[in-house]
């Protein structure tokens, strides 16, 4: 049986990290920010997560949070949804910590003193297999009740596209999905295909605007195909409870630098002292190419890494 490494290392951009691998697949997590992955791949690959160098911020500094900017960094992220502001920029610059499990790491950030919330992920990597489990927490560390859902985000380094399988449920004479689109989203995108079973989204160098999505994604997957590998997300979607965004459990966002593949938990009322858990799986895979939009060619692109899912 393949043994899980974990080691302290330093970057030369985000400073001290840990670095779990298993022989088949690599992780790192920041320890000077965060909650943070930064970086996730096959061993020997090239890091399929978009990060920031130049660690720029992410919109105008905010008043309300002092001489603190809230620093893009890029990898993969916990935020409150829905997205309103300034609680979903609190800068998340402050060192975690962190606790060595058997099969991976516990990181806590720091309380946000303003929102008054702790942000944890544990990540455990399985030994024989190219995926890793983790499970979003946010902590209400105040003294009264919030209402929010935990929002997972994962920034994809360019030139890949995204794959998200439309809902198949038969309802008969009432709708089967529900897809939400900003006021900067262009159903004409040429990014965007909207096609019977699946919706593809292409990350475009050359294409400045944004585009963004959200669906009601009952199939509980969505994924990325870049730099050789196809990237899988998979999530229990709560069908019942009231979720983000009217509906959205996943959403894909997309510029010219980076493309996202996003989680969604429900919306809960949370008591002091009280936790709302969200969790995802990762599945990570060599492939030969980028499937186009031709449906018979994507379902034979995922297909045959959805198998133990089906």
Same mark, same amino acid.
């Given at each position: 049986?393949?043994?899980?490494?974990? =080691?302290?290392?330093?970057?030369?951009?985000?400073?001290?990290?840990?670095?779990?691998?298993?022989?088949? @697949?690599?992780?790192?997590?920041?320890?000077?920010?965060?909650?943070?992955?930064?970086? +996730?791949?096959?061993?020997?690959?090239?890091?399929? +997560?978009?990060?920031?160098?130049? =660690?720029?911020?992410?919109?105008?500094?905010?008043?309300?949070?002092?001489?603190?900017?809230?620093?893009?960094?890029?990898?993969?992220?916990? $935020?409150?949804?829905?997205?309103?502001?300034?609680?979903?920029?609190?800068?998340?610059?402050?060192?975690?910590?962190?606790?060595?499990?058997?099969?991976?790491?516990?990181? =806590?950030?720091?309380?946000?003193?303003?929102?008054?919330?702790?942000?944890?992920?544990?990540?455990?990597? +399985?030994?024989?297999?190219?995926?890793?489990?983790?499970?979003?927490? @946010?902590?209400?560390?105040?003294? $009264?009740?919030?209402?929010y859902a935990c929002w997972c985000i994962t920034m994809f380094d360019k030139g890949g596209k995204g794959i998200i399988p439309m809902p198949s449920d038969k309802t008969g004479l009432l709708h089967n999905r529900s897809i939400s689109l900003w006021d900067y989203s262009d159903m004409s995108d040429k990014r965007v295909y909207w096609g019977k079973d699946f919706i593809t989204l292409k990350q475009d160098p050359n294409c400045a605007t944004p585009f963004k999505l959200g669906i009601n994604n009952t199939d509980g997957w969505g994924a990325y195909f870049n730099k050789g590998q196809a990237f899988f997300k998979f999530f229990e979607p709560n069908n019942d409870g009231i979720l983000p965004d009217n509906g959205c459990s996943y959403e894909s966002y997309t510029n010219d630098f980076m493309f996202e593949a996003e989680t969604l938990s429900e919306i809960a009322l949370v008591e002091p002292g009280g936790v709302l858990s969200h969790t995802e799986e990762w599945e990570i895979y060599e492939t030969d190419g980028i499937p186009g939009n031709d449906e018979t060619e994507i379902r034979k692109a995922v297909e045959k890494y959805l198998t133990k899912r089906i």
């Amino acid at each position: 049986m393949s043994k899980i490494a974990i =080691k302290e290392i330093r970057d030369a951009v985000f400073g001290n990290c840990l670095k779990l691998e298993n022989g088949l @697949i690599e992780l790192v997590v920041a320890l000077d920010f965060g909650p943070r992955i930064i970086h +996730f791949s096959l061993c020997g690959k090239e890091n399929m +997560f978009y990060t920031d160098p130049e =660690k720029k911020p992410l919109g105008d500094m905010l008043e309300v949070y002092g001489t603190e900017r809230c620093i893009l960094y890029g990898g993969h992220r916990i $935020w409150i949804s829905p997205e309103i502001l300034p609680r979903c920029y609190h800068p998340d610059n402050e060192p975690v910590t962190a606790e060595q499990s058997e099969n991976g790491v516990i990181v =806590k950030g720091a309380i946000e003193k303003f929102n008054n919330i702790q942000k944890i992920m544990e990540i455990n990597m +399985f030994p024989d297999l190219p995926e890793v489990e983790i499970n979003h927490s @946010i902590v209400n560390c105040g003294m $009264w009740d919030i209402e929010y859902a935990c929002w997972c985000i994962t920034m994809f380094d360019k030139g890949g596209k995204g794959i998200i399988p439309m809902p198949s449920d038969k309802t008969g004479l009432l709708h089967n999905r529900s897809i939400s689109l900003w006021d900067y989203s262009d159903m004409s995108d040429k990014r965007v295909y909207w096609g019977k079973d699946f919706i593809t989204l292409k990350q475009d160098p050359n294409c400045a605007t944004p585009f963004k999505l959200g669906i009601n994604n009952t199939d509980g997957w969505g994924a990325y195909f870049n730099k050789g590998q196809a990237f899988f997300k998979f999530f229990e979607p709560n069908n019942d409870g009231i979720l983000p965004d009217n509906g959205c459990s996943y959403e894909s966002y997309t510029n010219d630098f980076m493309f996202e593949a996003e989680t969604l938990s429900e919306i809960a009322l949370v008591e002091p002292g009280g936790v709302l858990s969200h969790t995802e799986e990762w599945e990570i895979y060599e492939t030969d190419g980028i499937p186009g939009n031709d449906e018979t060619e994507i379902r034979k692109a995922v297909e045959k890494y959805l198998t133990k899912r089906i």
